[in-house]
C-alpha cells in the first residue's frame, strides 16, 4: 500500500485501462468468438468485461480516484450496462487519437491484449488487423500493439504498469517494461488453439495483480522512444497497400509495404491511425 499512499497524497490517482477482446480466457477463435458476427460474439464480450472489471475492483480496493476504461477492440468489446460503477468507458468509433491519455493519468493497464502476428504460440496473434497486416516495424524492430500501446503511453510519461492476455502476450509487453506486472489468463498452443484458466480464476487473478501493480506504481517507469522515427507497414496485398499509399504522409516503398516518417514518435502515431 505504500507506493499508493504516497502517490495519492500528491492528489487523485487516475489509471487508464486499453482493452482488446482477443488476449481474454476462454476467448479462442477469430470467426466464432472476436468478429461481430460470430456465433459467441456477445458471450465473449461479457467474459471481457468482467475481467475488467476483476482489475476495477482491485483498483477500487487500492483507493484509486478514477478508472477509464478505453474498449480498444475494433467492433467493441465491452459491455457498457456491466461495466465496474467506479469505472467510465470510453467507446464507440472513431475513438480519439490519442484515447485521451496525457500526463494526467498515473498509470496504464494493457486488459485481455494478444501478441504480434507470427508469434509462436501466440493465442489470436496478429497486428492492428486479423485480415490485412502481416507485420509492422519501427525503428528496424518488429513491433505489435501491445509496443505502440506502450510507446504512445511512455509519449506522455504514463507507465505500462499491467498486462493480461496469454504468456506470449505477456512476454512481449516484458520486452519493453522489464518489470511490468503480469496477469497470464491462457497459454496458446496455436493461433486458435489455448489452455485457458476459468473465469473466475481470471477474474481473481486480474484483481489481485490490479492491486499489486498500484502497490508497485513508483518502481515501474515509462518508455519513450526519442528522436524521429520511421514505420513500415507491410500488408496482406499489392492493392491494399497501394491503395493505403495513397493517403496523405505515406511512401510505397514496395509493392507490398508503406512508410511513414515521423519527427517523433506521437506524429508516427497519428499518421499511422488516422
Known amino acids: 500500500m505504500e507506493a499508493s499512499f504516497i502517490r495519492k497524497k500528491e492528489g487523485k490517482m487516475r489509471i487508464i485501462i486499453m482493452t482488446d477482446l482477443e488476449g481474454t480466457a476462454g476467448v479462442v477463435d477469430f470467426e466464432t468468438q472476436t468478429y461481430p458476427e460470430g456465433k459467441y460474439f456477445e458471450k465473449a464480450k461479457e467474459l471481457l468485461t468482467e475481467e475488467v472489471n476483476a482489475a476495477c475492483e482491485g483498483l477500487s480496493e487500492e483507493g484509486v480516484d478514477e478508472i477509464l476504461i478505453v474498449d480498444g477492440h475494433g467492433p467493441g468489446g465491452i459491455l457498457p450496462e456491466k461495466i465496474h460503477p467506479k469505472a467510465k468507458l470510453l467507446h464507440g468509433r472513431p475513438v480519439p487519437i490519442y484515447w485521451e491519455i496525457d500526463k494526467n493519468w498515473d498509470g496504464l493497464f ?31 524492430e518488429e513491433i505489435g500493439e501491445i509496443g505502440m500501446h506502450i510507446y504512445l503511453a511512455g509519449h506522455f510519461g504514463v507507465p505500462a504498469l499491467l498486462i493480461s492476455g496469454d504468456l506470449a502476450a505477456c512476454n512481449e509487453a ?7 506486472e503480469k496477469a497470464v489468463v491462457k497459454w496458446g498452443i496455436n493461433r486458435t488453439c489455448a489452455i485457458s484458466l476459468s473465469p473466475s480464476a481470471s477474474r481473481f487473478l486480474i484483481k489481485e495483480k490490479a492491486k499489486i501493480a498500484i502497490r ?16 513500415i507497414i507491410e500488408y496482406i496485398s499489392s492493392s491494399l497497400a497501394y491503395s493505403v499509399s495513397k493517403r496523405p504522409d505515406r511512401e510505397l516503398i514496395t509493392p507490398t509495404k508503406v512508410r511513414i516518417k515521423g519527427k517523433d514518435f506521437l506524429e508516427i502515431w497519428r499518421k499511422f491511425v488516422y
Open 110 to 140: 494493457l486488459l485481455a491484449h494478444h501478441s504480434m502476428n507470427g508469434t509462436e504460440n501466440g493465442n489470436l496473434n496478429h497486428t492492428f488487423s486479423s485480415k490485412n497486416i502481416v507485420r509492422m516495424v519501427l525503428n528496424g
Open 174 to 180: 516484458e520486452r519493453y517494461v522489464k518489470n511490468i
Open 216 to 231: 508497485r506504481i513508483s518502481e515501474i517507469k515509462p518508455v519513450k522512444i526519442e528522436g524521429e522515427c520511421e514505420l
